[in-house]
């Protein structure tokens, strides 16, 4: 069974740092592009940073650039999202998702994980 399990979320201080996993099971991430979206409340679910198999790094947010890093260990089958200079408004679930490797544009995600908590609050 083809499954996204992201972990590492939490409660974090304005300006601190928290680094989201996505381990998958079932199947071997490194044939996919993978991607981390957020759902902040009362808004509509948005793309953060998405991944390709070749290491290329598509960014639907400028806003965020600098600040979030995306990674893969393909050898842990799981893909990283570093948060850092973290801010209240990044508050939101985050998910990660799985994309076919011919979306190059990481637009159609395909299989969802269950998502992960993170809260910026002082």
């Known amino acids: 069974q083809l499954q996204l399990v992201e972990s590492g979320g939490g409660l974090v201080q304005p300006g601190g740092s928290l680094r989201l996993s996505c381990a998958a099971s079932?199947?071997?991430?490194?044939?996919?592009?993978i991607g981390w979206y957020r759902q902040a409340p009362g808004k509509e679910r948005e793309g953060v940073l998405c991944i390709l198999r070749s290491g290329d790094i598509v960014h639907y947010v400028d806003s965020d650039r600098g600040r979030f890093t995306i990674s893969r260990d393909n050898d842990k089958n799981t893909v990283y999202l570093q948060m850092n200079s973290l801010k209240p408004e990044d508050t939101a679930v985050y998910y990660c998702a799985a994309l076919f490797p011919t979306d190059y544009s990481c637009q159609v995600p395909q299989y969802w994980g269950q998502g992960t908590q993170v809260t910026v609050a002082s």
């Open positions: 079932g199947f071997s991430l490194d044939y996919y592009n």
